[in-house]
Nanobody, 127 residues
């Protein structure tokens, strides 16, 4: 498995931007497809976006499509989530996750498919 550490969360006003990073340990990062999930208070964790091992294909939840961008740098063992036009409803703990299964396919939204998880980073958007 790969170990994951998220960073970049914080407090931002509505309409602002943040970029989350997820650093992975190990030399096998490029073997994994990566995803971002989030969990708001009192709600279940939900899929945000994912990216294939090569970075060629991405997929987004409808609620963030057009505002968020997932990308990766395999040389730096890091996946990013650029979040623009943030809304108060984007407030949540954001988690990155890695999966070996279907690593050439984007749009795998079930968290059960992801075997490694980070500890999460808090994003708070004020109105």
């Amino acid at each position: 498995q790969v170990q994951l550490v998220e960073s970049g969360g914080g407090l931002v006003q509505a309409g602002g931007s943040l970029r989350l990073s997820c650093a992975a340990s190990g030399r096998t990062f490029s073997m994994y497809a990566m995803g971002w999930f989030r969990q708001a208070p009192g709600k279940e964790r939900e899929f945000v976006a994912d990216i294939t091992w090569s970075g060629v294909s991405t997929y987004y939840a409808g609620s963030v499509k057009g505002r968020f961008t997932i990308s990766r740098d395999n040389a730096k063992n890091t996946v990013y989530l650029q979040m623009n036009s943030l809304k108060p409803e984007d407030t949540a703990v954001y988690y990155c996750a890695a999966r070996i299964s279907g690593r050439t396919t984007a749009g795998i939204v079930s968290e059960n498919e992801y075997g490694s998880w980070g500890q999460g980073t808090q994003v708070t958007v004020s109105s």
